[in-house]
């Protein structure tokens, strides 16, 4: 469809598949934007929270109440609301000013322990009150599923002391910020006052205030520049339902008019939607194809729209940053962040939409894209390495197995330079090109990569295979990634070997032929090798 026939078209509503003839070129576009959050910086200021998980085993009902008894296994805590969305700012890379409020209690203890290893968070405006508790949401987990959540929290304002403190910590960060991110999750420290003071000031310095709104009245949110609302809040707020396109619209249009705001709808399995004050609609398909966990979403959708928006993107652009970040992060389980490098992956893997699958040789940034690919089309990828020098029935044994144990099996292969310092002079018989040509044409093979190391370990880094692939000669304790494989949920295979298959005694036993005076000879071992 050329400019002019997109241009003559009534009501237009723009959707993501409607650009797939540029989407590449974006996508790299993109990417090449990453590499200036570091240079953004984002106030982040509103609730903050500890999220708290107590993982157990759920085997019996209790006898005392018809409830599940779950026997503790283990715990975990992570940042939550405004810490989550500052955590995941400095993930990006992004420089964050975190402003809100605690309690004096050892869990704004653990909470700040745990900022302080996020990366680049300046807590200087994370004030404290002796009169409040830290809110903290405990998450029983047991067979797989949420039992039960147990919320500590406080909503009472705080003492009019603390508040001008905090009036001034907010001003200070909306002043050194390029954007402001307000996280309101409707624990009281979002108040009027909060709202009014940083949305003037936002506006008054030219600078983005986003705010994820809680409240079912948005208009004390006039002013901002993007509301941030999920299916339910807008339809809370509007009293409107959201679920098809048309009624989305409506319902963010009567938002826009109580607020001047921009909406940016999150709808879950149908993806993000933007809603401009002026200008047509925007909808972008989800490109999340797994989810284990939606805690916390919100908040990384507002941080990639908030380090887009600080690098200098269009919304829409930045939009389609937040829709990548989101689909990474409900793949994982409990709150969690989303790095730059699985953000740049997860862009690349779009733009690999027709890469190739046919055991090609490939660069690692192609094999990353494809791996990320194959990840959102639900596949599981399988990862096999070693130097493959005079391919025999047993490297194809082990091939086959790596293949059967996995959808897309990427196989990595050690450069003639790593073969050379493994096995000695003389190696390898075959250089990187002709191996890889060689594996690449096995069934099951999906691409080949090169590495220059040597071990794997950056490969597996690089690639978070589901499956990685070994011969069974090696411990599990030896193999290079197993933990790193295992950590994220994979497997790691130890493949049954075929016996009397060795290359290194195969190129032994040649070399021992060519010594031989009678290979010299016509029909000789020389001959046989030629």
């Not at 680049?120 to 039960?148: E, Y």
């Amino acid at each position: 469809m050329n400019s002019a026939a997109r241009g003559g078209r009534a009501n237009l509503v723009a959707r993501d598949d409607e650009f797939g003839y540029y989407r590449e070129a974006q996508a790299k576009g993109m990417i090449s934007y990453l590499g200036r959050f570091s240079g953004c910086s984002v106030a982040v200021i509103g609730d903050l929270m500890l999220d708290s998980y107590l993982y157990g085993d759920v085997a019996r009902i209790s006898p005392e109440a018809p409830v599940p008894v779950v026997r503790a296994v283990s715990e975990k805590a992570v940042p939550g609301g405004a810490a989550n969305l500052a955590a995941n700012l400095a993930a990006l890379g992004v420089k964050v000013r975190l402003v809100g409020l605690t309690g004096e209690d050892e869990t704004r203890r653990v909470l700040m322990g745990l900022m302080s290893a996020a990366g680049d968070v300046n807590c200087a405006g994370v004030l404290a009150s002796p009169n409040r508790r830290t809110t903290k949401k405990l998450r029983i987990m047991g067979a797989h599923q949420q039992v039960i959540r147990i919320d500590h929290e406080d909503i009472a304002p705080c003492e009019p002391s603390i508040l001008e403190e905090f009036h001034k910590q907010c001003l200070a960060a909306t002043e050194a910020a390029d954007v402001v991110a307000i996280s309101d999750y409707g624990k009281g420290v979002v108040s009027d006052d909060v709202l009014r003071i940083v949305i003037g000031a936002a506006r008054s310095l030219g600078k983005r205030t986003i705010v994820d709104p809680k409240r079912k009245d948005f208009c004390a949110y006039r002013g901002a520049s993007i509301l941030t609302p999920n299916r339910r809040e807008l339809t809370e707020a509007t009293g409107l339902s959201c679920e098809t396109d048309e009624q989305a619209a409506a319902a963010a249009a009567r938002a826009s008019r109580e607020t001047g705001a921009d909406i940016i709808l999150t709808r879950s399995e149908k993806g993000l939607s933007y809603f401009p004050v002026d200008g047509r609609p925007l909808h972008l398909a989800t490109v999340a194809r797994s989810v284990f966990d939606v805690s916390g979403a919100g908040d990384t959708v507002v941080a990639g729209l908030s380090a887009g928006l600080a690098a200098g993107l269009s919304v829409a652009d930045a939009m389609r940053i937040a829709n990548h970040a989101a689909g990474i992060v409900v793949a994982k389980v409990g709150t969690a962040c989303v790095t730059r490098d699985e953000l740049a992956a997860s862009l690349s893997a779009e733009s690999a939409a027709g890469a190739s699958e046919d055991g090609r040789l490939l660069q690692l940034e192609e094999a990353v894209a494809l791996r990320w690919r194959w990840a959102n089309e639900g596949l599981t990828v399988g990862l096999a390495n070693g130097c493959f020098d005079l391919l025999h029935p047993g490297h194809v044994a082990l091939i086959r197995r790596a293949a059967e144990s996995c959808d897309r099996l990427i196989v990595a292969l050690n450069s003639d330079e790593s073969v050379s310092r493994l096995k000695g002079s003389g190696r390898p018989v075959q250089d990187q090109n002709a191996r890889a040509a060689v594996l690449g044409a096995i069934k099951g093979v999906s691409a080949v990569v090169i590495f220059f190391e040597d071990t794997p370990l950056n490969i597996i880094e690089a690639l978070r295979p589901d499956v990685l692939i070994k011969g069974a000669d090696y411990a599990l304790s030896e193999v290079v990634g197993a933990d790193l494989v295992a950590a994220r949920g994979g497997r790691v295979i130890l493949a049954d070997l075929v016996d009397g298959y060795s290359t290194s005694e195969i190129v032994a036993r040649t070399r021992k032929d060519v010594r031989r005076p009678e290979a010299t000879s016509k029909g000789g071992a020389l001959a046989e090798l030629s």
